[in-house]
C-alpha cells in the first residue's frame, strides 16, 4: 500500500563530479564504479606510473564486458573520457564527494583529511573506504565532522553490490541520506552501520577466515577440501583460501589485527599461518601466490 514503505533516499546535497584518492585494488574498482554509473571522476595518486595503472585496470576491465557482449566500444570509451588522473590533491577542489582508499595507517590517513579540509570546497563529504581505522577520528581531523562518513566497499568493487555506509556521532542526517542515495545511483545496496570495529561484514567474515586458517593448521584438511566444503555447503561463490587471495593476506591480517585489538577475544588472534603468509610476501592474487598459486 501507499506509504507503507519507508521513502527512497534523496541526494540532499548534489553530486556530480566525484573524487577518489588512492590507486591500488579498491580504489581502482571504486573510479571504475563511478565512472560506468555516468559520473566524472577526479581520482589522485602518489606518480604518474600508479595514475596509468589505474587507467589500465579499468580499460582490462571494461574490455571483458565488451568481449562478453555487456557494453560496446563507444560505452567503453565514455566511460574511460569520464575520468581524470592526477598527483596534485588540489584536483580535488571542485568535487562534491571524495571516496579516500588509501593505506590502512591512521597517521598517514589523518594528515590526508587535514588536507582534503583545506581543499575540497564547503560541503563536499569526504568519505572513506577504511575497513577497520575508526571513522570518528578521521572527522575529528577535519573542521567538517558532520561531512565526514564511512563507504566501505568491498572487493572486487566493480561487481560486489554491498556497501557499508558507516556514521558517527556527528555525521549530518544530510549526509547520511545523501551518501543512502549515491549508492543506489551507483546500483550500489547500502547497509546502514555505526562506527564499530569491523562494521558488520569483517566482523563476521575476518573470525571465520581466521579460524579457516587455524584448521587448516591443524592438518585435519586441505585446503582444497576447506574451499570445497564451504563452497558447496553454504552457497558461498568462493572457499575461505580463495577469498583471502583476493582479499590479500596483508589487509586480511591487519583486518584481524585489527578485530583482536578492540575485542581482546583469543580467537581473534591471528592465525600463525596468517602472519606467515604475509612475511613471505604471498599476498594473494595480486602478488601471483598466496594460500594458491596463480603463477
Ligand atoms: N568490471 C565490471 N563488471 C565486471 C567486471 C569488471 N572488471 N568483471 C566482471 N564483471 C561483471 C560480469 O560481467 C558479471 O556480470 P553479470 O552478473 O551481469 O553477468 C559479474 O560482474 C560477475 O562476474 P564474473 O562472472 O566474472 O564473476 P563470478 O561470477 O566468477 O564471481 C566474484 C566473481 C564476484 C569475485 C565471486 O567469486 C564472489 O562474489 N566472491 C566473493 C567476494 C567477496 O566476498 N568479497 C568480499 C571480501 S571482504 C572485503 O572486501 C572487505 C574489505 O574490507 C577487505
Known sequence: ????????????????????????????????????????????????????????????GLAKLVE?????????????????GSTEREALGDVDIVVEAIAEDLAIKTELYKDLDRICKPGAILATTTSS????????????????????FFNPATIMKLVEVVTT????????????????????VAVSCGDRSGFIVNCLLFPYL?????????????????????KEQAGFPMGPFQLLDVVGNDVSLAIQQE????????????????????????LGRKTGKGF???Q
Not at 527512497?8 to 560506468?36: C, D, Y
Not at 562478453?68 to 566511460?79: H, R
Request: glycine share 10%; with cysteine.
Open 1 to 60: 500500500a501507499a506509504g507503507a514503505e519507508a521513502a527512497a533516499p534523496e541526494l540532499k546535497r548534489e553530486i556530480r563530479k566525484v573524487g577518489v584518492v588512492g590507486t591500488g585494488t579498491m580504489a581502482s574498482g571504486i573510479v571504475q564504479a563511478f565512472a560506468q554509473a555516468g559520473y566524472d571522476v577526479v581520482f589522485v595518486g602518489r606518480g604518474e606510473d600508479k595514475i596509468a595503472g589505474v587507467v589500465s585496470f579499468i580499460d582490462k
Open 133 to 152: 581505522m575508526p571513522i570518528t577520528k578521521l572527522g575529528e581531523a577535519t573542521s567538517r565532522p558532520e561531512s565526514v562518513i564511512g563507504m566501505h
Open 68 to 84: 562478453k557482449g555487456k557494453i560496446d566500444e563507444d560505452t567503453k570509451s565514455d566511460v574511460l573520457d569520464r575520468l581524470t
Open 210 to 230: 581466521n579460524d579457516a586458517v587455524t584448521l587448516l593448521e591443524s592438518g585435519a584438511a586441505s585446503m582444497d577440501e576447506i574451499d570445497a566444503a564451504i
Open 259 to 282: 578485530l583482536f585489538a578492540e575485542f581482546k577475544e583469543p580467537g581473534f588472534a591471528p592465525a600463525a599461518l596468517l602472519e606467515q603468509k604475509v612475511a613471505e610476501g604471498a
Open 292 to 294: 594458491h598459486d596463480y
Open 169 to 188: 556521532a556527528d555525521t549530518g542526517a544530510d549526509v547520511n541520506e545523501t551518501v543512502l542515495a549515491l549508492c543506489a545511483n551507483v546500483g550500489k
